[in-house]
């Protein structure tokens, strides 16, 4: 079954469709979306706006712009009045022979920090094996691909590579543990295979570089009278590779000593 992702960026609603097992496709142009109170009074007052049901929500866009982004996908502008009586989801399952699908993903229209966004709630939900939740921001644009830092004993998230944690973990202890993951690494970790494999299917099944790795990071800093002398130590404890074992994704460890990437 397809499914209608809707997204606002800009003060614009960005659509995506797709099967439920796959990340979303731009759905044609994006419509100009009213969400404040005021505009969505006047606009609707002298019919400039008109309201559409999708994901159970009622959502006030611009009817100029709901046409252009009809004709867009291969549609009649002229068919904005069946869709305020049927709905849009409605409408497009409806008219799915004629769509236009691009091929860029929803996530392609959106800036970095945008994706970050979308990619933090991503690995919260994933964190407590909230399956459709992490789905739905994966279809909404969130990066599959980022890896990302925990550390031990506080569990703080870090939205930063392995490389980029020394510049964040001065407070955090005299000794604790740095895991740097991959979503995917995360999801096998949570024995998710549902998420794992949706993942997996996003990145054309290439898991070459998905892995989880565990770091021991030890704090010799010293206070001086002229200034602090910052000094860590870093050990690498384990290194797990994300494998697929007969259509199972799981986490397998190779030891230290054979791991041919190395963080410096």
């Known amino acids: 079954m397809n499914i209608i992702t809707n997204t606002n960026y800009n003060g614009r609603l960005h659509l995506g469709y797709g099967d439920e097992g796959s990340v979303s496709k731009c759905l044609g142009k994006s419509i100009n979306a009213y969400r404040n109170f005021i505009f969505k009074f006047f606009t609707r007052l002298f019919s400039i706006s008109m309201d559409i049901e999708m994901g159970g929500k009622s959502i006030c866009v611009n009817k100029v712009s709901l046409k252009k982004h009809l004709e867009s996908i291969g549609l009649e502008g002229e068919d904005i009045e069946k869709i305020n009586r049927i709905g849009y989801t409605t409408f497009i399952q409806q008219n799915e022979a004629k769509l236009i699908i691009q091929n860029d993903t929803l996530g392609e229209n959106f800036s970095d920090k945008k994706r970050m966004k979308l990619f933090e709630k991503m690995i919260r939900q994933l964190e407590v094996n909230n399956t459709q939740a992490v789905k739905r921001y994966l279809r909404k644009g969130a990066y599959i691909d980022r890896e990302f830092c925990k550390s031990e004993p506080t569990g703080k998230l870090y939205l930063v590579n392995f490389k980029e944690m020394k510049k964040w973990i001065f407070g955090v202890g005299s000794e604790f543990k740095i895991y740097s993951y991959t979503p995917l690494a995360l999801a096998a970790e949570k024995e998710n295979q ?37 000094n860590w130590t870093t050990e690498r404890e384990k290194f797990e590779k994300v494998t697929n074992r007969d259509g199972i994704i799981i986490l397998t460890e190779i030891p230290v000593e054979h791991c041919l990437e190395l963080h410096p």
């Open 194 to 230: 549902s998420v794992a494999k949706f993942i997996a299917k996003a990145k054309d099944n290439d898991i070459s570089s998905d892995k989880k790795e565990t770091f021991k990071y030890r704090d010799h800093s010293h206070c001086y009278g002229y200034g602090n002398h910052f």
